[in-house]
């Protein structure tokens, strides 16, 4: 057996944790939803209550030489941006749906900004890989108009337009140079004084109705694994792994929700739904394989001839 180096075992570790994160998430989302607590509740339990636990550290060590326009864009983009459509799609479209929309389109969004905010050049392998994705999005919303429940469509719409948001802050939070620890802080507790407030006084909610141990299950999960825990185990992992390696085990996200969810929600697995899925997911794998190629071009370009 390989020996493992230090770093390289807590790498794996980090990114086993995030890869079951991120696929229990929409299991987690959608359970939620379906029963006892409406889409606003979990956006309240998902921003507010990181934001009282890091509220001390941002108050401390401060917005780390942002401005506050681009504190206030970074937030709105990584906090309401995102949880508003990714919760409220799951109204009405099923988890492998969001699955591979949320987390697949991800790389159809952030390679154009990236380009325009970034300067970041479009390889012919990674515009294959995205219109792979692009044609397992259009799949998937073929099969929400064709076989879907009444009104899925307007789900996957929702998650598209997270996906945008959650680009933008991935985007942004890279080209600013944000730690993960300050950019988490910055989107939770600028939630807690505008979107939680919302949410309480007038959006439909169902805290007192619902039974305390899901009210708990679902803060303990939204608040600190879906929110806290998978993003700076992604930005762990990424480190000590790179973002190759990362990249490439997130591709198992929507496969793997779609058969969670066929067996512990019984969402039906249909044809379209699978062409949708594998599309995403290779898309997924060919946009991350050409931007590793371009990288390791770069690095052989600055050795020393």
């Known amino acids: 057996m390989p020996y493992l180096s230090r770093e390289t075992t807590i790498g794996l570790i980090w990114l086993v944790i995030v890869v079951v994160v991120w696929s229990s998430f929409h299991i987690v989302t959608r359970y939620g939803i379906q029963h006892s607590l409406t889409a606003w509740d979990l956006v309240t339990l ?22 506050l326009p681009r504190a ?39 390679a154009p900004l990236a380009w325009w905010l970034a300067g970041e050049r479009l390889s012919a392998g990674r515009l294959v890989g995205l219109m792979a994705i692009l044609a397992g999005a259009a799949t998937l919303v073929a099969d929400a108009l064709s076989t879907g429940a009444p009104g899925a469509w307007r789900g996957d719409a929702l998650f598209v337009l997270g996906a945008v948001s959650w680009s933008l802050f991935a985007v942004l939070a890279k080209t600013w140079r944000v730690t993960p620890l300050r950019a988490a802080a ?16 007038f959006l439909p909610s169902n805290f007192l109705a ?89 690095r052989l370009a600055l050795l020393p001839a």
């Open 210 to 298: 619902a039974p305390l141990p899901e009210v708990v299950g679902q803060a303990l999960y939204q608040g600190f694994l879906g929110f806290l825990v998978s993003l700076i185990g992604y930005t762990r992992a990424t480190i000590n792994l790179g973002a190759t390696a990362t990249s490439m085990a997130i591709v198992v996200v929507p496969g793997s929700v779609a058969m969670l969810a066929w067996w512990l929600l019984g969402e039906p697995i249909g044809a379209l739904t699978l062409a949708g899925v594998a599309l995403v997911s290779c898309g997924m794998l060919a946009a991350v394989w050409a931007a590793a190629a371009a990288e390791r071009r770069r």
């Open 72 to 110: 206030a864009l970074m937030a709105a983009a990584g906090g309401p941006g995102f949880a508003y459509c990714a919760f409220a799609g799951y109204q009405f479209a099923p988890a492998a749906h969001g699955a591979s929309i949320l987390a697949g389109t991800l790389p159809l969004f952030t």
């Open 46 to 67: 998902r921003l507010g209550v990181v934001g009282f636990v890091l509220l001390p550290w941002l108050l401390r060590h401060g917005l780390g030489g942002l401005t």
């Open 186 to 201: 910055l989107v939770a507790c600028s939630s807690v004084v505008t979107a939680v407030p919302v949410n309480l006084l």
